[in-house]
């Protein structure tokens, strides 16, 4: 059978410290109200780092990696994937209907849904094995 590469375990770790880092840097706004007068510039470098963070978490094995783990992974990539072309087609008429104002539709955020989805349905998955 055919087996993904993936990333060794620790790199869940460096995922997640990624992860927090850039979830973390608005609230340093709070502290420092000059870093947030940049958000323009700093606003791309925080969903990058935050798209990093999950696709390396996505991306890191578990501790125990087998056959079950490997088909929820899969499941839970199809349906991100699913989540995705649902939020490509829909998009437009949301914006038809209710204006700009509701939704962006930027790469980036539908980037964010899928991975949001993958994480969510992976872990829920695992647990109800």
Not at 77 to 95: M, T
Request: hydrophobic share 55%; charged share 15%; aromatic share 14%.
């Amino acid at each position: 059978m055919y087996s993904v590469k993936l990333l060794p375990n620790y790199y869940k770790k460096v995922g997640w410290s990624i992860l927090l880092t850039t979830i973390a840097v608005p609230f340093l706004s709070l502290i420092l109200p000059d870093l947030w007068e940049q958000k323009q510039t700093i606003k791309p470098f925080l969903v990058s780092g935050m798209l990093v963070g999950l696709l390396i978490i996505a991306l890191a094995r578990d501790k125990v990696e087998d056959e079950l783990i490997m088909e929820l992974r899969l499941k839970a990539l199809a349906g991100a994937f699913i989540i995705g072309c649902a939020y490509v087609i829909f998009n437009p008429f949301i914006d038809l209907l209710f204006g700009d104002a509701v939704s962006n539709g930027s790469i980036g955020s539908i980037f964010f849904t899928m991975s949001l989805w993958y994480h969510l349905n992976f872990y829920l998955l695992k647990r109800s094995r």
